[in-house]
């Protein structure tokens, strides 16, 4: 427990700092400092809501443990999205209103629901860090300097030319999408269009889809009349392993290739065989390549008494994200944790955090809401039922911790 020792003693100088300034809190000493958690823990989208709410709870419980906030524990207000935009904007209401009145949230695993439900947050002026949505828009929607919307999940306009790059590499330039009609798909479909743009490229085939859908056999046909050497998937729900089962069912043997939901439990136990193979970006593969993802890896199937984590990237970002924010508390002059304060804070951060998925010496700040870039990526591969790197030289590269270009 080296790693969870080394964390906790970084916080334990953070406390100190702050403590240091002869700052007062005997009204409010033992009050807990209430974080909202949104996000899809039921329906079709809880494959990989369940892992983000977990990571969050195992760095909570970490930092309680140590001692909170100068004595105050952090206390979870969790809210379930059900994956559904009407109701994520209701949560998100709700986190926000005076019942709750939580200081911060942590949130989001769908693009259609974050952006319906984002304003909630903005107009509260309530900080939100996005641990799992990917969505370009949603860290657009709002200017930098103006905005309480945070992320520490790869935005897809970084997804989308990290896979485009690695298509080109190796051949792959006759490029068939089949994007659902989601916000996440629509968002995609730009992403990577634009993608291919920059590589004078363009999609020999667009087909779209509704979520839900059970068959995409003509979609899959027409590609493969239209020349497609490869097949770039953006759906987030099983829609990736209908993709694949027609793709085996067709006899059509070209790579499908996508974003991170093709690492997801809807895709590779939906698509069995069909899935093995399939290429994705990833920020996190739940391989011990170092001590801190090692520790971070064997925390969490022992508190939550697991086999494996069903989507480690969603678990992984979370848990940072929750680390990042807390961090940002402490450094705040005289405990006064108000949004504007916290925003404030995780813009000008004090000090590098050593987290799991890399480490954030400068992750935000007044002009760039998004934490990680293309660089810390790597492509993820379907192997044996399980995700793994896809090549060598990107597990090689994994061992070195990559900084925010």
């Known amino acids: 427990m080296r790693l969870r020792t080394r964390v906790l003693v970084a916080f334990s100088c953070a406390v100190g700092a702050v403590a240091a300034q002869g700052q007062t809190m005997a009204q409010t000493a033992g009050a807990p400092i209430r974080i909202g958690v949104v996000g899809p823990f039921t329906g079709p989208s809880a494959d990989f809501g369940r892992p983000m709410l977990n990571g969050v709870r195992l760095a909570i419980d970490e930092i ?31 986190l926000v209103g005076a019942d709750n009145k939580v200081v911060a949230a942590i949130g989001f695993c769908n693009t259609g629901v974050a952006m319906a439900a984002i304003d909630s947050f903005q107009a509260a002026k309530v900080p939100l860090i996005v641990p799992c949505a990917t969505g370009s828009p949603i860290t657009a929607k709002f200017p930098p300097a103006e905005s309480f919307i945070f992320r520490n999940s790869p935005k897809d306009a970084i997804q989308a030319p990290f896979v485009v790059d690695d298509l080109v590499a190796r051949g792959w330039t006759k490029v068939a999408i089949l994007a659902d009609t989601t916000g996440y798909g629509e968002a995609g479909l730009k992403d990577v269009e634009q993608a291919l743009a920059k590589k004078k490229l363009k999609a020999v085939y667009v087909g779209r889809f ?57 895709f590779i136990d939906g698509g069995k065989e069909a899935a093995e193979g399939a290429l994705m970006a990833q920020s996190f593969i739940a391989e011990p390549s170092n001590e801190r993802r090692s520790t971070f890896l064997a925390a969490y199937l022992r508190k939550f008494d697991a086999k494996k984590i069903p989507v480690p990237m969603a678990a992984a970002q979370a848990y940072d994200a929750t680390y990042l924010l807390a961090q940002a508390m402490l450094n705040i002059p005289g405990g006064k944790l108000d949004g504007p304060a916290i925003k404030a804070s995780l813009e000008n951060p004090k000090r590098t955090h050593y987290g799991v998925v890399t480490s954030y010496e400068r992750p935000f700040s007044s002009t760039d809401h998004d934490a990680l870039t293309q660089n810390m990526l790597v492509m993820g591969t379907v192997r044996n039922g399980g995700v793994t790197f896809a090549y060598p030289e990107d597990a090689k590269r994994n061992l070195f911790v990559q900084r925010k270009q």
């Not at 100068?70 to 998100?92: C, I, W």
């Open 210 to 266: 509704p979520t839900g859908v059970k068959d995409l056999g003509k979609e899959l046909a027409e590609a493969r009349a239209a020349g497609a050497n490869v097949v770039f998937s953006y759906t987030v729900g099983p829609e990736n392993a209908v993709i694949a089962r027609g793709r085996q069912a067709l006899g059509w043997k070209v790579p499908q290739v996508g974003a991170w939901p093709l690492s997801f439990p809807f």
């Open 64 to 94: 309680n443990s140590f001692g909170g906030y100068l004595g105050r524990p952090f206390e979870l207000v969790v809210k379930d999205d059900q994956a559904n935009p009407e109701t994520g904007k209701k949560m998100s209401d709700e």
